[in-house]
């Protein structure tokens, strides 16, 4: 923990006093930060299937989510005339899972929660040096999970068109350790006070006849460095190379997470309390005329879980007047088994390390959709309503997860 906060303290110093320090040419009359976007999103999300984490591979997966999101980007200059942006945003989720009624056997849990997520970014940006400077943090809370989030970003443009960026974030969790009602174990019982304490953190009874009911966390830590390379190779022709550097550590499963092993005994999933993460991304735009931009994506990923990943995306923009545009997009998604999956049953009580969460186990999945998105030159109906965009996806995945989500964005300067 410490170790984590302390080379995260030391990049952004570093990147602080390489990318902020600028002698004035000559004096600006500074502007002081004033609101120049607006952005909302909303968006409704579904998905069915049959392989809950919850229930040990098996069961209800469905869920409904309602995301709202809120960003205001105020903008400035100092007296030498650098660029200063400030966004905050705020987001708001609520979702009701099926599987969460199985926390507890008698189907009586919680089966809908809220997460909130506030955030605030800081970017400095030297126009006339091609250089920039950032930082951020972000919280996001739910009733079993807490993260605390802080980055640290700076990019460099060279004199061929190219740009080097280098983003540094850490992520300070917190996990609720609930467990299935069915296997909270018990770790002390004091007969002085005759209560009994479970290693969940329940107490129940007191010397008064009373009882208390209070729930521990455990942490997990995340550290990562993103590095991305992007050129311009010709007036047609865009590519930007991106490397992630991701490691995790601390509690990296869910207690409520069961696994059933062969012989019909019954844990909660077991995992290493640390995970290693190399995702690797090329990307390529081609703008085909005035009318038509080909937009592709390749990532691949692997990790010291024995997870290896590849995922392949196009989307074709066409702008059918200069205002309105029509984008349809295709991703294909595959992905090996991670070491430690195994299905409903499969599992035996030799095994170290266990899970039957289907996100760790061997698939793959197809997105299909499109979006439209209207931007005319004064505004729609002449508002302030500069953007607005719906786009539709429909997810389909090999282990028979199915999924539809539809998004709507507003922006208003």
């Known amino acids: ?32 930060l004033k609101l120049e976007e607006t952005n909302l999103v909303s968006s409704y999300y579904v998905q069915d299937g049959n392989h809950s984490a919850v229930r040990g591979g098996i069961g209800d997966e469905h869920v409904v989510d309602l995301s709202n999101g809120l960003n205001l980007k105020f903008v400035g200059r100092d007296m030498s005339n650098i660029k200063h942006s400030l966004t905050l945003g705020l987001g708001f989720d609520h979702h009701t899972a099926a ?69 540094v974030s850490a992520y ?51 550290l990562s460095g993103s590095f991305t390379f992007s050129q311009v190779i010709n ?23 069961r696994v059933f092993f062969s012989d019909g005994s019954e844990q909660v999933e077991k995992l290493p309390s640390n995970r290693f993460k190399l995702p690797i991304g090329l990307r390529l735009n081609y703008f085909a005329g005035d009318r038509f931009i ?30 309105f545009s029509v984008s349809p997009f295709y991703r294909y998604y595959t992905q090996t088994a991670s070491d430690y999956f195994a299905p ?12 039957s969460n289907y996100a760790l186990s061997a698939l793959s999945s197809q997105y299909i959709g499109a979006g439209i998105k209207i931007t005319p030159p004064d505004g729609i109906l002449k508002t302030h309503l500069s953007s607005l965009e719906l786009r539709y996806g429909h997810y389909l995945q090999s282990t028979e997860l199915v999924s539809n989500i539809i998004s709507l964005s507003m922006q208003f300067k």
């Not at 007969?191 to 007191?206: K, N, P, V």
């Not at 047609?236 to 991701?246: C, F, G, K, N, Y």
Request: proline fraction near 5%; hydrophobic fraction near 30%.
């Open 172 to 222: 300070l969790d917190k996990v609720t350790l609930i467990y299935p009602s069915e296997l909270i174990p018990t770790s002390s019982t004091s007969t002085s006070t005759s209560t009994t304490t479970t290693a969940s953190g329940r107490t129940i009874g007191g010397g008064g006849g009373g009882s208390s009911y209070s729930i521990p966390t455990s942490p997990r830590n995340t």
């Open 294 to 323: 080909i937009r592709s994506y390749y990532r691949f990923y692997k990790d010291d879980w024995g997870l290896l990943a590849h995922t392949a995306e196009i989307e074709i923009p066409v702008k059918i007047t200069p205002f």
């Open 1 to 32: 923990m410490k170790k984590i906060c302390l080379s995260v303290v030391g990049l952004f110093f570093f990147c602080f006093k390489a990318f902020t320090q600028t002698v004035p040419d000559s004096i600006y009359e500074p502007k002081p």
């Open 99 to 167: 599987s969460q009624a199985y926390v507890a056997k008698s189907g009586a849990s919680k089966t809908q929660g809220t997460r909130i997520y506030p955030s605030l970014d800081w970017l400095k940006e030297n126009e006339a040096k091609g250089t920039s400077f950032g930082l951020g943090v972000s919280y996001s809370g739910e009733y079993n999970y807490h993260s605390f989030g802080m980055n640290a970003s700076a990019s460099v443009k060279t004199k061929n068109d190219g740009q080097f960026d280098v983003k």
């Open 235 to 257: 007036s047609r022709l865009q590519a930007s190379i991106t490397t992630d550097i991701v490691d995790q550590n601390g509690y990296l499963g869910l207690p409520f997470h």
């Open 344 to 355: 409903y049953l499969a599992h035996k009580n030799t095994d170290q390390y266990f899970t």
